[in-house]
C-alpha cells in the first residue's frame, strides 16, 4: 500500500462520515498520526515478543510470525565496537537508527593467559552544529564535507523551512539520509538541538544556511564546524588472541547485582551478562575474558512516511494495512464519530 492509496483510502473513509472532514484533514496532519501509529505497532510487536517465552513450537512459530510483521525493519549482524567501561565493564554504542534490541552476541577475546592486555586508544571526532537554534526559518540548507554537498534541504523541501513551528522536519529527513549522525545524545552525554556527526577520522565539515529577509532576499552564511576528539580505550585483536561468539544474557537491572553475585548465575565467557541503557549495550566481564566486540540484531527506527517526499511506509504491506485501520479509527475520534468507541474496542481485541 503506497503512500498514495493510504491517504485516498483514509479521506474516503473519513468522507463518509463527515463531508467537511475530508477537506479539513491535511496531509501533513495524516502524515503525522500515521507516523505515530507505525512507531506505536512497532514497540507493541516488541512488547509481545519480549512477553513471550519460547517453549513449544508453537511459540516459535508465534515469535516467527511477529518477526515477519517487521521484517522490513530488521537489522541483523551488525558488528560494534567495545569500549572500556570500567573494571570488568564494557560496552557499545548502538547504530543511530536503533530502536529496539532482537539479539546481541560477543566476540570474546581470550589468550592463554586468560586476559587480553593489548588495550589502544581510539580516537572519535564529533562535529556538533546548532543551527536550528540559530535560525527561525530559512529557504536552504546544505551540509559540506571537504566542500562537497552531502545533504541539501530543497532536494526534500523545496521551499525550505518557513514556519517555525516545522523547522524540526529538518531533524528527521538528515538522520535519515546520513550515517553515523545523532540527534541531541551520544555517547551517554546531552547535546541540546545540536546534530552530532561522529568519524573515526578528521574531516572538514561545514554548512551553509540561506535566510530570506523580508524582502524575498536570501542571505548565505558558511560555518565551519570546529571538531572535538573524544578518546576511549578499545580492544585490538593480536595474532596470539583466540576469539569465540558467544549468546549474552540480557538481564534487567533491578536484577543485576543479584545475578553478577550469584556462584552459578554470574558472568562466565560463555555467557556474559548484559545490560541496556543510555544508547549502549553494557557487557559484564571477569578476569578470565575481555570483549573483543559486539554483534547485534535489532529493529532499526522506521522512516517517516509522507506523502510531500513520495515515502511510503516503511512496514510490510499486511502490517501497513494494520496501521491504517488503527489510524482511521483514531481520526474518527477526531471528528467525533458516534460508532468511534465501538471501532476502538474491537480495534484493541484484534490487537491482543
Not at 26 to 43: A, G, P, S
Not at 169 to 195: C, M
Not at 318 to 342: A, C, N, R, Y
Request: glycine share 4%.
Amino acid at each position: 500500500m503506497t503512500i498514495d492509496e493510504i491517504h485516498i483510502k483514509v479521506r474516503q473513509d473519513v468522507q463518509k462520515l463527515d463531508s467537511h472532514a475530508n477537506g479539513n484533514l491535511l496531509d501533513e496532519e495524516i502524515d503525522f498520526h500515521l507516523n505515530y501509529y507505525v512507531r506505536k505497532f512497532v514497540d507493541n510487536v516488541v512488547g509481545k515478543l519480549r512477553g513471550r517465552l519460547p517453549a513449544t513450537p508453537t511459540d516459535f512459530q508465534q515469535n516467527q510470525r511477529l518477526l515477519d510483521s517487521l521484517s522490513t525493519l530488521q537489522v541483523k549482524g551488525v558488528s560494534i565496537p567495545s569500549y572500556v567501561g570500567g573494571a570488568n565493564l564494557s560496552y557499545g554504542i548502538f547504530p543511530p537508527d536503533y530502536r529496539h534490541l532482537i539479539e546481541d552476541v560477543s566476540e570474546i577475546a581470550c589468550n592463554r593467559k586468560g586476559i587480553v592486555k593489548n588495550q589502544v586508544d581510539a580516537k572519535v571526532y564529533t562535529y556538533s552544529f546548532s543551527f536550528l537554534a540559530d535560525y527561525q526559518t530559512f529557504s536552504e540548507l546544505e551540509l559540506k564535507i571537504e566542500g562537497d554537498v552531502f545533504f541539501k534541504l530543497t532536494d526534500y523541501l523545496p521551499n525550505g523551512i518557513t514556519d517555525p513551528e516545522t523547522k524540526y522536519q529538518v531533524v528527521n529527513l538528515i538522520l535519515d539520509v546520513t550515517n553515523d549522525t545523532y540527534w541531541e545524545n551520544y555517547d551517554g552525554k546531552y547535546y541540546p538541538q545540536n546534530f552530532i556527526l561522529v568519524s573515526t577520522e578528521p574531516l572538514n565539515f561545514s554548512y551553509t544556511i540561506t535566510v530570506l529577509d523580508n524582502a524575498g532576499v536570501g542571505t548565505s552564511t558558511t560555518v565551519s564546524v570546529v571538531r572535538k576528539i573524544v578518546t576511549n580505550k578499545v580492544y585490538r585483536n593480536s595474532s596470539e588472541d583466540k576469539f569465540s561468539r558467544r549468546p549474552n544474557r540480557l538481564t534487567n537491572d533491578n536484577n543485576l547485582n543479584y545475578v553478577l553475585n550469584h556462584p552459578f548465575e554470574g558472568t562466565t565467557w560463555e555467557f556474559p551478562i548484559s545490560t541496556l541503557g543510555n544508547g549502549r549495550l553494557y557487557v559484564y566481564e571477569d578476569t578470565t575474558f575481555k570483549v573483543k566486540n559486539l554483534v547485534i540484531d535489532y529493529i532499526r527506527e522506521p522512516i517517516q512516511a509522507s506523502k510531500a517526499r513520495a515515502v511510503n511506509v516503511d512496514l510490510p504491506d499486511t502490517s501497513t494495512q494494520l496501521v491504517v485501520e488503527q489510524l482511521i479509527v483514531h481520526l474518527k475520534g477526531m471528528i467525533q464519530d458516534p460508532t468511534w468507541q465501538t471501532d476502538m474496542q474491537h480495534n484493541q481485541l484484534n490487537n491482543q
